[in-house]
DNA sequence: ATAGCCAACTAAAACGTTTTGGCAAATGCC
DNA sequence: GGCATTTGCCAAAACGTTTTAGTTGGCTAT
């Protein structure tokens, strides 16, 4: 017996963490059969091993998590960098994402340090994270075409993933949903079942993720061999606020416009009734699509019989990037492209027609 | 000359990341030297700190962060755990504090760790930073009355900030603005202009915020000789969704009912609709007074002229936490406690009274 | 007996910094 | 010229781990 007293209180948390070289002294082993034996080495004798794994309990060691990121070069910990733009933090679709990547970072162990960069540092801060060894990997979000933290980050060499995608795609790893896919079918449907004159309230097509979409649409009506202006896009900068309620009073200012097809389940929510106090046209009410991205402070039932819903989770993709950042950094896998899964509900009036069959061959691989 | 080549590319981004060894291999000095040039000692030649911060510069030198963490015990990372309710990343409240937090944490050099934990996991989500050295310090938020993590987090001697307050107030550092009082002030500006029948829309009263701006609000009116009754407390879980408007539709089912205030600017917008709908009582509008925090997707002025505001700025208090935490971290000052300003705006039609004055002695030191 | 093998342990190096306690040369002072 | 001081530099230890390359001692097979 070397100890001099028994203490069984679970680490008085004094000043000093207890650290390995404690507990070899308290059991009068090397540190090395202590590092072994807490790491599940074999050639650790199985007795040695209980009582090395109950001291730790029992001292309340924790391994000193910026030794091991020094000697094994991996922090465990994801970089999300923001841009300055405070309005994002309470965009719902943020809140989203956040909630599944603060979930799965849990679940697979790793922390997400949040940062926001001043004005013109969005590399530099990219940079730092790159160069003083503080994390192992990048989330990006919101990709424009041509975006330089892309680019910057490619060239690093560090793993991240992008949620949404633009033209280098197919070299790193990326979530999103089928922004393409969807709303050419939205535009289709409604198209099919003869709206000549649509408007589509879309995001800010600065970002890809509307970009693509606005392309859809004007794609779908092309391919239907109607003419540019059956479609007329308006755009709104933020989900939050009156635009969608704006834009749609806007929108419903064309007599002719028969459909309304929203970016965002919460531009319709705002819309909705300006909508309700529109008249008919032709008799039929003015048809409703969306996009619903599963936000869970809306009820989405209430719009149901009404609307027509393409929906797809953005808690999902948040859930997904972390996952393919563990793919990279802890399975050192290829990076790899995920498809959130869309789901259509087609409002009881409406002919689905092809709404769940693959695009058309020409439109087949389109980014987006 | 030792160096073979020179290349002045910036840093080629190669795997390694270039050290301090590398650096002093470059100019032929010890690495004792290249780390007391770059950070600044007075023993080191004038010429010799130039040509050491030149070839930092020129190859792209950041110190590892973990190999100072190591050495230094400080991480310059803080530690912002978060319950697993997801409800709360897309509460604009959260949002602007957290606008804040970031923004100042820039300022400062310091990182923050975004970190939800799951059911029955907080504490230990806590135990394993301190104990695993990943961070300097935490941020709490809405404590609650006898708050565990505020008794784990003092027995861990580990610097912390509350945004809010409980009754160990003065033994750590917090931030907060004047819930007490405000409502205090707000309830007995509305008793003075004669309103006898209030009612009080209000958060979540399992947090203290809410707690104490309810005690308030029955202080005020016990203080001014009236009976219990005089206000009727609502309670909103969440202010997204339709609360505001549900609870104002619900006060105004009782048509004694002439005040109202509301615990936060959200509410109010939700309720302002069913308020323009409602009848005059005893000829008069219903007053309306509530919290502003400052959001900055809402318009306050919309309702300036109509509403009596009580403003505090949320992302100021995110700003504030960081500097309290900066304050123990760096400069290892005892922790203290921050006010944030509020300011009064009354509406027009009523006497402000002594809104402005301090609160009766007997109120004076409460907390909250 | 001895070579070979295995089980169980360990000393030392490494990760990349900072800091302590020097040391040699140059300078100042009488 | 001789001593003290200052200037400018550096070797080595330390931070707490993991990992490499062993070293023991006991057992087996011959």
Chains 1, 2 share one sequence.
């Not at 600065?206 to 059956?230: I, K, M, Q, W």
Request: charged share 25%; proline share 5%.
């Amino acid at each position: 017996m070397t100890s001099d007293t028994k203490t069984d209180k679970p680490a008085p948390a004094s000043g000093r963490n207890v650290t390995i070289k404690d507990l070899a002294a308290e059991l009068d082993l090397s540190i090395t059969t202590i590092s072994r034996a807490l790491n599940g080495y074999s050639d650790v004798g199985e007795r040695t091993r209980q009582k090395v794994e109950g001291a730790a309990k029992r001292l309340g060691y924790r391994p000193n998590r910026n030794a091991q990121r020094l000697v094994l070069q991996r922090t465990h910990n994801i970089a999300w960098v923001q841009s300055d733009n405070e309005l994002k933090y309470l965009d719902p679709h943020f809140a989203e994402v956040m909630a599944g990547v603060l979930a799965q970072a849990r679940e697979v162990n790793y922390d997400i340090v949040l940062t926001s960069h001043g004005k013109d540092r969005e590399i530099a801060t990219y940079d730092r994270y790159v160069r003083d060894n503080s994390v192992d990997g990048f989330i990006v979000d919101l990709p424009r075409e041509d975006d330089q933290r892309i680019g910057f980050l490619l060239d690093s060499g560090r793993p991240f993933v992008v949620h949404g995608r633009e033209p280098r795609c197919d070299r790193y790893g990326w979530v999103d949903m089928d922004n393409y896919g969807n709303f050419y079918r939205l535009a289709r449907l409604l198209v099919a079942n003869g709206h000549r004159r649509i408007a589509f309230i879309n995001g800010d097509e600065a970002f890809n993720y509307a970009l693509y979409r606005h392309r859809a649409v004007r794609h779908a009506v092309a391919d239907s061999g109607l003419p540019e202006d059956t479609v007329t896009v308006y755009n709104s900068a933020h989900p939050m606020g009156d635009a969608g309620f704006r834009l749609t009073r806007e929108a419903l200012a064309d007599p002719a416009i028969t459909a309304i097809i929203y970016s965002s389940i919460l531009l319709l929510v705002e819309g909705y009734e300006a909508w309700a106090a529109a008249a008919p046209r032709h008799g039929q009410p003015i048809a409703l699509a969306t996009m619903d991205d599963v936000l869970r402070h809306i009820d989405r039932t209430r719009y149901l019989p009404r609307v027509t819903f393409v929906r797809s989770s953005l808690k999902d993709a948040g859930l997904a990037l972390i996952d393919e950042l563990s793919r990279q950094c802890d399975r050192h896998a290829a990076p790899q492209g995920t498809l959130i899964p869309s789901y259509f509900d087609v409002v009881p009036g409406l002919d689905p027609g092809s709404i769940d069959e693959p695009l058309p061959p020409q439109r087949r691989d389109h980014i987006g």
